[in-house]
């Protein structure tokens, strides 16, 4: 046999086999719809048909409002429903009535870890990484970062100052200048969090500042592309090309904070000096308790930190770009601005903490514009499945969560939830309006920072960063206000603030 006869059968061959696996992805969608109860509801509408179910899919791609409409017309009447997901995989959202129920599943019914698996698509973008291992660590935020914060607040202030007079010009030009919003904030935001996290060193090196953020915006990039974007029967295959960039700078942040771990360590084993009050120290010791008896790896330390401490700061920008979006194009008949800053300035000259309108009005942004548009994310681990309070059988494998904006803009929870009233959180009662707001407090009815045992373990921390940014910021810069206020975007479930937004600014000292 000659090789010019093989070659167009091998080449028919692959087609055809390329061909068949294209039909089962394109089948998956419905594949998904036949697994859920036939009592299940959808939306927008029932997907029964493998056309429909394709369609009903890549609608979703470009951040539909289903989540939300559903809500409305579902969820709000105790029902749950499901809707197709880009990732060809069906979600049931649940109503607010099961959320009691959701919250009290153990680990290895309805598991926590796998769907924020689901979420971050790790497994797949690392698949030697270990999500359950990683735990442990986010304690370093939870617990540590915490309980300092009024001992970090010195250096979080001053690195504010420094960072609002390199982003926004000095406090003392009255000139008007025009910036990009996002890139400033991002700029403000960011030396903060890397101020409190490593100190003034790294905070401002620019080589490893840089490195900080190009890792962060590629690994969120790719797993908000893995993750929501990629058929779920090809992330195995995309993540493994879409992590190549990640390990690349994971690699160097590694190289770039090597010899800080390896000086940390030395420190608390020797304990002849005090160790400096940052991130590392509380996760170089978290470990050395775990492991008293191992080497501790460092560069596993350094993968874990990236995820729990770097991602997160992206989210941080994005609410307090949300919080500066909204103040700035509210009516400037009301003067929000003015009146934070008047609160600002009484809260610093008389050493008082509680700033209440100012938390408001950042609870406010995080209602209206949570991170992502479903929140409490579950997997169905427990075989064969579970049955919900509504008596209606999910399999293994079921991917459940709860329609976030339609919590938050359900007018049962908040009186004209569209609306936005930055100080609707200030207490009514008597002497009340003095008293501060709980921003980062979580209920079935204010999901931003998710709720239960596993809502964010730095939302103290964010919160306390968000409120003294604003006040450093809007004591000695002014802004003129916006004409509306600029559309989000929503890629997926997550909702992505404009990112090119002009603000124009001037200094007011
Ligand atoms: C305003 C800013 C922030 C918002 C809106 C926010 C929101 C959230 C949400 C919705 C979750 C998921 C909760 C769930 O799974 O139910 C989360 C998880 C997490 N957040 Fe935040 N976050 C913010 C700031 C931060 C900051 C500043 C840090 C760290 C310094 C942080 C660290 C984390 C970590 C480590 C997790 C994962 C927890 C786990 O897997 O158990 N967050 N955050």
């Avoid at 700029?187 to 900080?212: E, H, M, N, T, W």
């Avoid at 029967?233 to 390896?262: M, S």
Wanted: with cysteine.
């Amino acid at each position: 046999m000659q090789l010019a006869d093989v070659v167009p059968s091998l080449a028919g061959r692959i087609i055809g086999v390329f061909l068949v696996v294209l039909l089962l992805i394109l089948l998956c969608p419905w594949f998904g719809y036949l697994r859920l109860p036939s009592s299940m509801r959808w939306w927008p509408s029932r997907p029964h048909g493998p056309l429909r179910a394709l369609s009903l899919t890549l609608k979703e791609y470009t951040g539909s409002r289903s989540s939300e409409e559903g809500y409305r017309e579902i969820s709000k009447h105790g029902q749950p429903f499901a809707l197709c997901n880009p990732s060809f995989y069906p979600q049931v959202l649940l109503p607010p009535e099961h959320v009691g129920w959701l919250l009290n599943q153990p680990e290895h019914v309805l598991s926590h870890e796998k769907a924020n698996e689901d979420i971050h698509a790790l497994p797949f973008l690392a698949p030697g990484f270990d999500n359950y291992d990683h735990l442990e660590l986010i304690k370093a935020i939870r617990h540590d970062l915490t309980r300092n914060i009024a001992n970090t607040e010195h250096a979080l202030l001053d690195e504010l100052e420094h960072a609002a007079d390199e982003a926004l010009g000095p406090a003392g030009d009255q000139s008007w200048r025009e910036v990009r919003l996002a890139e400033v904030l991002d700029q403000i935001v960011f030396a903060a969090c890397l101020r409190v996290f490593f100190g003034v060193s790294l905070s401002r090196d620019p080589k490893f500042v840089y490195q900080v953020k190009t890792f962060t915006r590629v690994t969120g990039a790719m797993m908000i592309l893995v993750s929501q974007w990629v058929p779920w029967p090809l992330k195995p295959l995309v993540g493994l090309v879409a992590g190549l960039p990640i390990h690349y700078y994971w690699l160097r942040l590694i190289i770039h904070l090597y010899p800080t771990f390896q000086q940390r360590i030395q420190c608390l084993q020797t304990k002849t000096d005090p160790p400096p009050t940052d991130l590392v120290t509380w996760i170089v010791d978290l470990a050395l308790a775990r492991n008293p008896t191992k080497k501790v790896r460092i560069s596993a330390l350094v993968v874990r930190l990236t995820l729990i401490s770097f991602l997160p700061v992206d989210v941080l920008i994005a609410m307090t770009q949300h919080l500066f979006l909204d103040l700035l194009s509210a009516d400037p008949k009301h003067a929000y601005p003015d009146i934070l800053r008047r609160e600002a300035e009484t809260a610093v000259s008389s050493k008082s903490h509680p700033m209440p309108q100012t938390e408001s009005a950042i609870r406010e942004s995080l209602r209206l514009h949570p991170l992502s548009d479903r929140m409490l994310s579950r997997r169905v681990v427990q075989r064969p499945g579970i049955t919900l309070p509504s008596g209606q059988f999910l399999p293994r494998g079921t991917w459940l969560a709860v329609a976030a904006v339609g919590v938050h803009r359900d007018e049962r929870n908040y009186p004209d939830p569209d609306e936005y009233q930055p100080f609707r959180f200030v207490g009514k009662g008597a002497g009340e309006e003095n008293k501060g707001v709980l921003v980062p407090a979580t209920s079935e009815r204010f999901l931003a920072f998710g709720h239960g045992m596993h809502s964010c373990p730095g939302r103290w921390f964010g919160a306390h960063v968000m409120k003294v940014a604003v006040r450093v910021i809007l004591m000695n810069y002014e802004f003129e206000p916006l004409d509306s206020r600029p559309e989000n975007s929503v890629v997926g479930q997550t909702i992505i603030p404009p990112l090119d937004v002009q603000v124009r600014v001037r200094g007011r000292k």
